[in-house]
């Protein structure tokens, strides 16, 4: 019972306009029972003791319902009223107002909610993958109970992670190190037969062992590196930027060549003897001396 | 409280006095009131993010998780007790806003409405996914809740309420996702 109130009273003394609410406590016939515990979707009652219409109010998440009652028999609670998890309050009005309030709890996980981080990712970096879960059941209330859910990671035919996670306050989540080739990473996560289905693109890291030669040419010089590949052997992606450094007697001269076809390939003026080195990323590769004509 | 006037044995000039005072009452009534509201247009919120994890609550997330909360909190107020959908325009997303808008129409529909008085919340930050894009907060809510049928008020009570949270940025805020009660954390 939670509130006990009673408009009376209402006095006029020199016309319409001097009234006066004031609010009695009274003593109240009617009482109201909530159920102890109710699931999202599941009906429900609600029992009264008294007699004598009142109006009932049902008031929760997504519900403001206000309907008449008889007294002592109980009040069906519908289905549909107590989809949505969370707070409700009960109030029967019959003169005065008594109200009770009682909760509706999710029911059983029918989808997951999963975030997968990145969309892309170089292969081989420590805790460059997650993924977090949220169960929710078929009224989208979060499945706040534990539930166990199983995180799998792969990588063409290779398991690369197969984990379970209790979820906790309604969330389970991990992080992994990406793999080490090249190529579409499939995330799952999976809970009672429902699953959700995540791909991840991994790409080759930075390139590894760079390796140049060059030549003369009638203009100056041409250089051109290897077939570029990162340290586990995947060909870095075309477009990646490599740049040449031409050192002679004269200063400094710089060119930026993209990969094309995983070979990048750059012309650059010179005269004389040259020192030639390339560069992508953080990574250096070998130097090579040239020498052009003078 | 209660107010007892026996007007046809007291003397004329009484009953006029009677009345002045009545009408200071209605009228101290009325301002008190309209305070009141602008009093309660406010919450109170306390942000917690020590426990928060795997990802650390940077104070720049931390002060736009407070003052998006907060104003969500007030908007929903407002939209349940003006019952309209407008204020829910912004701060709430998904299934929070779902059931908001429902509720708003359900009441529109009823006659009912709820006020949200003297808010005061003790917000702490249960988790914050690594790549930062979602946020599960539990909020210990104490407020006064008036439901009222018609404007004839139907029940007034001080509550504590639980509520787990999802909260997600979105363009130039982070917006409430998910709002959900529960008996305890």
Redesign the interface.
Same mark, same amino acid.
């Given at each position: 019972m939670? +509130?006990r109130?009673r408009?009376c009273?209402a006095?006029s003394?020199?016309g319409a306009w001097?009234f006066?609410a +004031?609010?009695?406590a009274v003593s109240s016939a009617q009482e109201i029972k909530v159920p102890a515990s109710v699931t999202a979707g599941d009906e429900s009652v609600i029992s009264t003791t008294g007699s004598g219409s009142a109006?009932f109010?049902l @008031?929760g998440?997504? @519900?403001?319902?206000?309907s008449e009652v008889s007294l002592g028999q109980e009040i069906p609670l519908r289905a549909q009223d107590l989809r949505?998890?969370?707070?409700y309050?009960a109030?029967v +009005?019959s003169g005065t +107002?008594q109200?009770t309030?009682f909760?509706v709890?999710?029911t059983k996980p029918a989808s997951l909610a999963f975030?997968v981080?990145?969309s892309r990712v170089p292969v081989g970096q420590s805790?460059a993958v997650?993924g @977090?879960a949220?169960p929710f059941d078929q009224f989208?209330?979060?499945v706040?109970a534990p539930q166990t859910i199983n995180f799998q990671l792969t990588a063409g035919n290779s398991a690369l992670l197969s984990r379970e996670v209790r979820s906790q306050?309604? @969330?389970a989540?991990f992080?992994t190190t990406s793999g080490k080739s090249a190529g579409l990473m499939q995330v799952n996560a999976a809970l009672e037969g429902i699953t959700a289905k995540r791909a991840v693109q991994q790409v080759a890291s930075d390139p590894c062992n760079l390796r140049i030669t060059g030549q003369r040419v009638a203009t100056g010089i041409v250089v051109q590196t290897e077939p570029v590949h990162d340290c586990a052997g995947n060909p870095v992606p075309d477009g990646t930027i490599v740049t040449f450094t031409a050192t002679e007697a004269s200063g400094k001269n710089t060119v930026d060549a993209p990969i094309k076809k995983g070979i990048a390939r750059a012309q650059m003026a010179a005269s004389g003897a040259v020192l030639v080195s390339a560069a992508s990323g953080v990574v250096i590769g070998n130097d090579v001396r040239i020498e052009a004509q003078r | 409280?209660?107010?007892i006037?026996k007007?046809d044995t007291q003397p004329r000039i009484a009953?006029?006095a009677?009345?002045k005072l009545?009408?200071t009452?209605?009228v101290v009534l009325l301002a008190s009131s309209s305070n009141l509201y602008a009093a309660d247009a406010t919450a109170q919120v306390q942000l917690n993010v020590a426990k928060a994890g795997?990802r650390a609550v940077e104070s720049l997330t931390e002060r736009g998780i407070l003052r998006d909360y907060r104003f969500a909190w007030m908007s929903m107020a407002q939209a349940l007790e003006f019952n309209t959908v407008d204020p829910l325009e912004g701060p709430f997303a998904?299934?929070a806003k779902?059931?908001?808008r429902?509720?708003v129409a359900?009441?529109q529909?009823?006659?009912?409405s709820?006020r949200y008085m003297n808010q005061n919340h003790q917000l702490e930050a249960?988790?914050y996914?690594?790549?930062g894009?979602?946020m599960?907060l539990?909020d210990t809510a104490e407020y006064q809740l008036q439901?009222s049928?018609g404007g004839?008020?139907?029940?007034?009570?001080h509550?504590i309420?639980h509520y787990?949270i999802?909260m997600t940025p979105a363009a130039d805020q982070w917006v409430i996702r998910?709002?959900?009660?529960?008996?305890q954390?």
């Open positions: 939670r +509130c109130f408009m009273g006095m003394l020199i001097a006066a +004031c609010l009695v109006t109010y @008031v998440p997504g @519900v403001s319902r206000k949505n998890a969370g707070s309050m109030i +009005c +107002c109200s309030g909760y709890s999710a975030l981080h990145p805790d997650s @977090v949220f989208r209330n979060l706040l306050d309604g @969330v989540w992080r | 409280m209660s107010c006037v007007s009953t006029i009677i009345a009545i009408v009452a209605v795997p998904g299934e779902k059931w908001l429902e509720t359900n009441q529909r009823s006659g009912i709820q249960v988790f996914a690594p790549e894009d979602v599960e539990h439901v049928d004839k008020l139907i029940h007034d009570e509550v309420v787990v999802l998910q709002l959900q009660a529960v008996p954390f």
